[in-house]
């Protein structure tokens, strides 16, 4: 995480729909349009803590600091 943004990379040209999850597994922000052209999501005012980002088929941890 870096400036409030995330970058993803792996996915393939079609669009899919991410999801952020926080550890106690409660959906904390949907992002509709991610892709290989558009990789990089905006968090929207996270605390600090670990959270689950899911893109399509993919997962992967994160943390805010």
């Not at 729909?17 to 904390?28: R, S």
């Not at 689950?52 to 088929?57: E, F, Q, S, T, V």
């Amino acid at each position: 995480v870096k400036n409030g943004m995330i970058q993803i990379s792996g996915l393939d040209d079609s669009s899919v729909k991410a999801e952020i999850y926080n550890m106690t597994g409660q959906l904390v922000q949907t992002v509709d349009k991610v892709s290989k052209t558009s990789d990089r999501i905006q968090l929207k005012n996270l605390p600090k803590g670990i959270y689950i980002l899911k893109a399509g088929n993919q997962a992967a941890k994160f943390i805010i600091e």
